[in-house]
């Protein structure tokens, strides 16, 4: 089954732990992004992935880094989190064409407190 | 720069009526247009498209679009609502060039009322 696993579901953590949200997809998608979600403002793109080892900023990326050493995972790091990251995330993949479908993980809500 | 504006963050609609969910985009090039839609507690997943042609597009649960250029909208309906359409849906663009971004718009909330 086509899939982008993202974990975990939940956490709670506290400012200045360093974290990491794992993402996973399972289609040889090339391009792989990150998205918050906030009421009232949708999702916003905050780094995203054409290819291993090929990493850009997107609209919201301060506070946050990736990486993408193997094609199939593009972690989310938060080096010293901040309550302003308190979120929902969303890893996505796609092939590389603006035209194809993107398919989402299932979210991850963090607070940080 | 491309953006996407859905006009309504909440609405209600009694079940069996018209869903009407308003989305006007702006857009340098010609766009691709894209409806999500987030059930509780999941992912978003896709309702329907426009890449290029006809310019109704029907998509999944009896929901269709039309693209208008002439307008910059791509709207979404369906004729008669059922409970399970209750979630949030998002308008999004990608624009021919960008590599598969997606800018979404702020998403409606749809309430279904018995």
């Known amino acids: 089954e086509a899939q982008v696993t993202q974990n975990p579901r939940y956490l709670i953590t506290v400012t200045g732990k360093k974290l990491t949200v794992t993402c996973s997809q399972n289609?040889?998608?090339?391009?792989m992004s990150w998205y918050r979600q906030d009421p009232g403002l949708g999702l916003r793109q905050i780094y995203y992935s054409m290819n291993v080892e090929v990493t850009d900023k997107g609209d919201v990326p301060e506070g946050y880094k990736v990486s993408r050493k193997e094609k199939r995972n593009f972690p989310l790091i938060l080096e010293s989190p901040s309550p302003n990251q308190t979120s929902l995330y969303f890893c996505?993949?796609?092939?590389?064409?603006?035209?194809?479908?993107?398919?989402f993980g299932q979210g991850t809500r963090l607070t940080v407190v | 720069a491309q953006s996407v504006t859905q006009l309504g963050s909440h609405v209600s609609v009694s079940e069996g009526a018209l869903v009407l969910l308003r989305c006007n985009y702006s857009s340098s090039v010609p766009p691709y247009l894209f409806w999500y839609v987030q059930y509780p507690n999941q992912g978003l997943q896709l309702l329907l498209k426009?890449?290029?042609?006809?310019?109704l597009v029907k998509g999944i649960n009896g929901f269709e679009a039309e693209f208008k250029k002439s307008e910059t909208s791509f709207h979404l309906t369906k004729p008669s609502a059922h409970m399970s359409d209750a979630a949030e849906y998002f308008c999004a663009v990608s624009e021919s060039d960008s590599w598969g971004k997606l800018q979404f718009g702020a998403g409606t909330q749809v309430v279904v009322t018995p």
């Open positions: 426009y890449t290029t042609g006809a310019t």
């Open positions: 289609m040889n998608h090339e391009y």
């Open positions: 996505a993949s796609s092939l590389r064409q603006g035209n194809t479908e993107a398919f």
